[in-house]
Structure formats: structure tokens, C-alpha cells
């Protein structure tokens, strides 16, 4: 059923791209918080996504992505402990407010998928918050939150966006 859910996701992510002008890429990393502090050493995740302009102050879009945490490893003589990767495929919808014409603060908000063996994924959101470094390329810092089972996966990163502005090709 989790397959099938992801096919029609990317399917309809992939339809909206199609028609429109502007999609958004991005790189990120950080660092794990809280319970996943111990078992992951750190996280990197890519996005994809496209932002429609409201107005000057106001964006709406739609995101997918990756995130894979990567496993702490503890090697002593007695024991070899390796922990398994955690891996979300999140799809959202996202919203930005532009305070000036560099600085924006917005949420990503939706479902992340868990893709890695014993994960179901839960509700995701990240709060993120944007400086423009030109006028295609983006530095933002974000806090992410999915809520699982009986933990929450919550991370501290940083990353990197670029903008492809269809109305200029």
C-alpha cells in the first residue's frame, strides 16, 4: 500500500511540475535532536518542489524529498553495534512569507513516508527560514519534525536552494 501511495504522489507532483514556471532544488544537512541523538551521527536530504508567487509578500508551493539519516557506529572489542539508516520521503505543501525581498520564513507541512524496514513515517512539518544569497540561490535553516509511533524524528539543518525560473528558459 506504501508503494503504491508513493507512485501516486510522485505521479501528481510530477503532472504539476509540468505545467508550471518555477521549481526549487535543494541540498541540506544537520543534525540529528532528541531521541535520535544517540543511534544517528548525521543527516542529508535533498528537495524538490515549486512555489507559486500570491502576491510580493505571499508563496505557496508543493515539496518531496529525501532524508536519510546515517547511523552512529560503535566499534569496541566486545561489541559491534550498527545501527540501521533512517529514511523518510516526505510530501508536503508549503508556505512562505517574504518579510523583505531577501529574508522569508515559512512551514513545510504533510506527510513523510518512512522507507527504510520497520519505519511507517509519520506527520511531517519544518519550519524554515530563508536568506537569499542572488537572485536564484537560496541559504535557509530549518528545524524538521515527524511525528512517529511513540518518538518524533526531529532534526537541525542547514541548506542550500536553487531556483529555476521557467518564465526566463
Do not use: C, H
Not at 536519510?68 to 545501527?83: A, D, I, L, S
Not at 515559512?106 to 530563508?130: E, L, Q, S, T, W
Amino acid at each position: 500500500m506504501k508503494k503504491y501511495i508513493l507512485t501516486l504522489a510522485f505521479a501528481i507532483f510530477a503532472f504539476a511540475l509540468q505545467a508550471q514556471e518555477g521549481i526549487k532544488l535543494g541540498l541540506q544537512g544537520g543534525l540529528p535532536l532528541d531521541e535520535f541523538n544517540d543511534t544517528v551521527g548525521v543527516v542529508l536530504g535533498v528537495d524538490a518542489g515549486y512555489m507559486w508567487a500570491l502576491g510580493e509578500v505571499v508563496d505557496l508551493g508543493v515539496m518531496t524529498g529525501f532524508i536519510n539519516g546515517f547511523p552512529e557506529k560503535y566499534n569496541t572489542k566486545q561489541v559491534v553495534n550498527t545501527n540501521p539508516n533512517v529514511q523518510f520521503v516526505p510530501v508536503a505543501a508549503s508556505v512562505r512569507v517574504w518579510l523583505s525581498n531577501s529574508f522569508s520564513f515559512g512551514v513545510d507541512g504533510g506527510k513523510a513516508f518512512g522507507i527504510n524496514k520497520g519505519n511507517d513515517g509519520g506527520i511531517y512539518y519544518r519550519p524554515v527560514m530563508g536568506y537569499l544569497l542572488g537572485p536564484n540561490t537560496e541559504l535557509n535553516v530549518s528545524y524538521t519534525g515527524v511525528k512517529l509511533d511513540n518518538v518524533t524524528w526531529t532534526t537541525a539543518t542547514i541548506g542550500v536552494v536553487y531556483t529555476i525560473n521557467m518564465r526566463k528558459l
